[in-house]
Structure formats: C-alpha cells, structure tokens
T-cell receptor, first 116, second 113 residues
C-alpha cells in the first residue's frame, strides 16, 4: 500500500513569509509525528498527534510553528514569519499506535525548506 | 538530559567488508532502542527495535546489540554492499511517551567498490 507522503518536496521562501507543509499518513494510522532535520543535526521532535487526543506540542521551537490534523488523517505544519534558521528538512511519520514497544514509525520523504 | 550519541560520525569501507557502528545513550526511563537507515533524500527506514530485555536482534546482514547496563548499542553490518551507503541513526524511546523519540546525529556510511 501507499506509504507516508509529503508535499511539497522542496520549498524555497523568503524570510518573513508563511509556509504550509502537508503530510498524508498511511491510511488507518492513528499516530502522526512531525520532525525537523537541520543540516548536520539529528532529527528533532516537533509535535505528535494521537487519535482525537490533544497533540503533544512540546517540541515546537516557537509560537511561529503550529500544526493541525484534520479528520484524524492529513496534517499541515505551518511556519509563520519564516526565519533563515527554519531552513531544514521537515519529516512526517505515522504509526498504527503510539507508545507500544513494537510500533514502527513510517517516515515520509520529507520537505526540504529553504528560507532565503 | 536525554541524549543519544553515535560514533563514528562518518565511515568509509570497502565493499564486502564488515563494520560496526556505536551508540551511547543517557535516556531515562528507557523503553526501546531503534536503528534506522536513511538514504540520501529519503525518510528513515526502521531496521531493528530492541526492548530492555533484548540483547541482540538481526535483520538480514544487520545485527544490533544492546547492553542496557552500560547504555550502549551497536549495529554490525556484515559483507557490506554499495547499497548500504546511507546514514544510520540510533533512536531511543522513553517509556510510555510515544512521541518522544530521541535521535542520535547518525553515522554516515560510505561503501566503496
């Protein structure tokens, strides 16, 4: 079946502009995660959705970052007033359940964001 | 502070040779440890998942070990192939926090013919 998809694959924007990144998780997966991977850095957790529960936003670096998950499926990560340090690859992952020791997170290909 | 450190940062080996990648962590409470392979321009792909009670787990030519006492893990790759060239990421999960995966910075492996 189809894996996790993300769009766009590449996004170049000017400093100060808002951007929206989209994630389509694997159908039926209840858990959805957003991560950021900066050049030369490890993956950084941003936000986590599980079913209809309130999302865990503890990883969002500032109030310029927000995310929504509509209908328990598609998610959108929004970055307002982008800064050059926001340049990174933004990865989305989904899993069939959260917290289980055997749950595997399936990652999308990522969106490469470049802020000029 | 929960941290995952990997070594070496990068590694170059010849095709057919074996190699071992290291991971040290200070994450507590520990739930499980995962190794991911990330090809350039792609998302990470899970190789192995090990819980506290597991010492070793294999996936084809990949064998992961875990020493929960010393908080160390290794990933051994046997008979390397050119397609093994990728970044290998060690990830540790804290107990009962499904979203809280702590990622290492990865080891960049390059397999040369």
């Amino acid at each position: 079946g189809a894996g996790v998809s993300q769009s766009p694959s590449n996004k170049v924007t000017e400093k100060g502009k808002d951007v929206e990144l989209r994630c389509d998780p694997i159908s039926g997966h209840t858990a959805l995660y957003w991560y950021r991977q900066s050049l030369g850095q490890g993956l950084e957790f941003l936000i986590y959705f599980q079913g209809n529960s309130a999302p865990d936003k503890s990883g969002l670096p500032s109030d310029r970052f927000s995310a929504e998950r509509t209908g328990g499926s598609v998610s959108t990560l929004t970055i307002q007033r982008t800064q050059q340090e926001d340049s990174a690859v933004y990865l989305c992952a989904s899993s069939s359940r959260a917290g289980g020791v055997t749950d595997t997170q399936y990652f999308g290909p990522g969106t490469r964001l470049t802020v000029l | 502070k929960n941290q995952v450190e990997q070594s070496p940062q990068s590694l170059i080996i010849l095709e057919g040779k074996n190699c071992t990648l290291q991971c040290n962590y200070t994450v507590s409470p520990f739930s499980n440890l995962r190794w991911y392979k990330q090809d350039t321009g792609r998302g990470p792909v899970s190789l192995t998942i090990m819980t506290f009670s597991e010492n070793t787990k294999s996936n084809g030519r990949y064998t992961a070990t875990l020493d929960a006492d010393t908080k160390q893990s290794s990933l051994h790759i046997t008979a390397s192939q050119l397609s093994d060239s990728a970044s290998y990421i060690c990830v540790v999960s804290t107990y009962n926090q499904g979203g809280k995966l702590i990622f290492g910075q990865g080891t960049e492996l390059s397999v040369k013919p």
